[in-house]
Structure formats: C-alpha cells, structure tokens
C-alpha cells in the first residue's frame, strides 16, 4: 500500500532557513500536501503541489517535487518561532483519502 | 461559518464504558473523516464517509463504529472502550474527491481510557 515517510524531528535557528523532507511510494500520487499542526490544534493546509509540477512558491515557503525519486520537501524561509508546529506531508493517488505521514516536529530556536 | 466542529473537548473514560464523538460542519461538504493520532504513529484513518449515506473503513477501524448522521454529521462511536484507545481524534471534511479541495480539520478531541 502507499507509504509516506518523514523524519520526526528538526531543530533550526530563528532567521535560518527550514527544510523538511518527505518521501512517498505512491507513484500514480496526483497532489502531494503540507499541513501545518499547531500545539493543541488541528491540521492546517499550508499548501499543495500537482505531480505534473516540480515546484511552488507562495511567499516565504517553497515546495520542491521530484516525481522520478518520490521526494517532496518544504522549505520555509527566515524561520520564526511562530513556525514551531508539527509538519505533514499527504499524498492523493486516485479516489483514496489522503495518506498521511507521521510528521515531522520543527522547533525554532531564538 | 465555524468550519469542524467536534464535542467534546476532553473525555476521560473507564475501560469497558461507550461514548460517541461528535463531529458538525456547516461548509456543505460531501466527504467526512475521522483519524486518530498517537505519538511518534501519526494520523490515522479510522473510518470515512465519501457522501451522505455511505461510509467505508479506513487503516484502523476495529473498535469502533460510525454514522453518518446527515449531510453535516459525522460521529464515531466506542462501543466498550479499551486503554488502546486512548488518543487524539481528529475529523475532517471535504467538498468532494478533487485534489485542489482542501481538507479541514476539528480541533480534536483528547480520550483517556483508564
């Protein structure tokens, strides 16, 4: 079945720039996801990517996809504390709910 | 519009009790979930709801039971709750099935089973 895998935890420095990586098994995956998770809250979309693009921009973060190795990342620029939450990645292959990956936990150092 | 809504909050449970969680939208969505999500697992799908009248089982649906109430309803049910159970339940909602519709998300609600 479809896989999504994320490293768990990220620690940067407040000003620095944020990568977060994930990766998927899931090649006919059609729209790749990032949510945000806020402490005591729910999942929040932060933006998404169609498989037929390699990159996206909105503002200070940028998504990355590398359909051939079934990498996606996230990269935020000039990190602040605010950013501090857990991160998802989520695939959408087909008519299937989203699949989920275990999110990875960015703290942000002043 | 106050988006998901889920009650309650917080539960505290005795193993072997039942509740029911409770999950509103007011955004005439077609599609409901509801995940669970445990440290260092997740999210996990527990049941969904594609449209009104019909509901399918997800990655983790033994334990449980739904109903998909109405168009705005979705709640999910612990028949004898066990200390396994014990997590974050998230539900979701969706217009419908197309990639650009975005997923939104209750606050959640926080189960003990002792």
């Known amino acids: 079945g479809e896989d999504v895998e994320q490293s768990l935890f990220l620690s940067v420095r407040e000003g620095d720039s944020s990568v977060i990586n994930c990766t998927y098994t899931?090649?006919?995956?059609?729209?790749l996801y990032w949510y945000k998770q806020e402490p005591g809250a729910g999942l929040q979309l932060l933006t998404y990517?169609?498989?037929?693009?390699d990159m996206k921009q909105d503002q200070r973060l940028t998504v990355l996809l590398n359909k051939k190795d079934k990498h996606l990342s996230l990269r935020i620029a000039d990190t602040q504390t605010g950013d501090s939450a857990i991160y998802f990645c989520a695939e959408k292959a087909g008519n299937t709910p989203l699949v989920f990956g275990k999110g990875t936990r960015l703290s942000v150092i002043a | 519009n106050a988006g998901v809504t889920q009650t309650p909050k917080f539960q505290v449970l005795k193993t072997g009790q039942s509740m029911t969680l409770q999950c509103a939208q007011d955004?005439?969505?077609?599609?409901m979930y509801w995940y669970r999500q445990d440290p260092g697992m997740g999210l996990r799908l527990i049941y969904y709801s594609a449209s009104e009248g019909t509901t399918d089982k997800g990655e983790v649906p033994n334990g449980y039971n739904v109903s998909r109430l109405n168009k705005r309803e979705f709640s999910l049910r612990l028949e004898s709750a066990a200390p396994s159970q014990t997590s974050v339940y998230f539900c979701?909602?969706?217009?419908?099935?197309?990639?650009?519709?975005?997923?939104?998300f209750g606050p959640g609600t926080r189960l003990t089973v002792l």
């Open positions: 979701a909602s969706k217009k419908g099935d197309i990639g650009t519709d975005t997923q939104y």
């Open positions: 990517i169609f498989s037929n693009m």
């Open positions: 955004m005439n969505h077609n599609s």
């Open positions: 899931d090649s006919s995956s059609t729209y």
